[in-house]
C-alpha cells in the first residue's frame, strides 16, 4: 500500500512538473514564460520565411520595435544578450502604449548567451499595444551599439505587420548616432509573459 501511495504522489508530481510551461494561454499553469515572444519572433522571422539571424547588427544606439499582445497577463521579464563588443549597461524600456503601463530599468546581459531578467511587471490586456526598446548607456564607440536583429535575405523592409500566435509584430526602428531606419529587420529582445 505504501508503494502505490509513492507511485501516485510521484505520478502527480511528474503531471505537475509537464504542465508548468505556459505558452498555452491557460490560467491555471501562470508562470512566467520566458520564450512567450521569443518564440513568436523565431518562428516568424525564421530563414524558412525569408531572414536571417544577424548576432551583431545595426550599428545605432536605440533599438526599439512595437508588438500587440492578444492575451491578459503580464510582462514579466526580458531577455537580449550582449555583442561580443560590449559588456556594459542598457537601458531596457517597456510601455504598455495603452494603459501607460511602463518599466524602465538598467541592464547588463550575458554575452554568451541569451539572458532572461525579471522585471517590475507590465499588465496588458489582449490587444494592447506595446513598445520595447533597448538603448546604450555611456558606449565610447560606435560597434559597441551593434545587437541581434532579423533582417530579410533580400535586404527589403520587414513587411509589418507580421502576426505569429497571439504576438503581432507592429514596426521596429533604429536611431540614435544616426537613423532613424524604421522596419530594417526586428529586434531580438524577447519579453517573458505571464497570461492571466
Known amino acids: 500500500m505504501k508503494n502505490l501511495k509513492k507511485i501516485a504522489l510521484l505520478s502527480i508530481l511528474s503531471l505537475f512538473t509537464l504542465s508548468s510551461c505556459d505558452n498555452d494561454d491557460d490560467s491555471t499553469n501562470n508562470i512566467c514564460d520566458d520564450s512567450y515572444v521569443s518564440t513568436a519572433i523565431t518562428d516568424a522571422f525564421s530563414t524558412a520565411n525569408g531572414y536571417d539571424d544577424l548576432p551583431e547588427y545595426m550599428d545605432l544606439k536605440t533599438h526599439k520595435y512595437r508588438i500587440k499582445i492578444n492575451a491578459d497577463g503580464e510582462i514579466c521579464s526580458v531577455g537580449y544578450q550582449n555583442p561580443s563588443t560590449w559588456t556594459g549597461n542598457y537601458i531596457i524600456e517597456i510601455i504598455n502604449e495603452t494603459s501607460t503601463a511602463s518599466y524602465s530599468g538598467t541592464h547588463s546581459f550575458s554575452q554568451t548567451q541569451l539572458d532572461y531578467q525579471i522585471i517590475s511587471p507590465v499588465a496588458v490586456s489582449a490587444g494592447d499595444i506595446i513598445?520595447?526598446?533597448?538603448?546604450?548607456?555611456?558606449?565610447?564607440?560606435?560597434?559597441?551599439?551593434?545587437?541581434?536583429?532579423?533582417?530579410?535575405?533580400?535586404?527589403?523592409?520587414?513587411?509589418?505587420?507580421?502576426?505569429?500566435?497571439?504576438?503581432?509584430?507592429?514596426?521596429?526602428?533604429?536611431?540614435?548616432?544616426?537613423?532613424?531606419?524604421?522596419?530594417?529587420?526586428?529586434?531580438?529582445?524577447?519579453?517573458?509573459?505571464?497570461?492571466n
Open 131 to 195: 513598445t520595447v526598446m533597448r538603448t546604450i548607456s555611456n558606449n565610447t564607440s560606435l560597434n559597441e551599439t551593434v545587437g541581434r536583429i532579423l533582417r530579410k535575405s533580400d535586404y527589403t523592409d520587414v513587411p509589418y505587420p507580421i502576426t505569429q500566435g497571439n504576438v503581432e509584430f507592429l514596426s521596429s526602428n533604429f536611431y540614435g548616432s544616426g537613423g532613424p531606419v524604421p522596419n530594417l529587420g526586428q529586434p531580438y529582445i524577447p519579453l517573458g509573459f505571464k497570461v
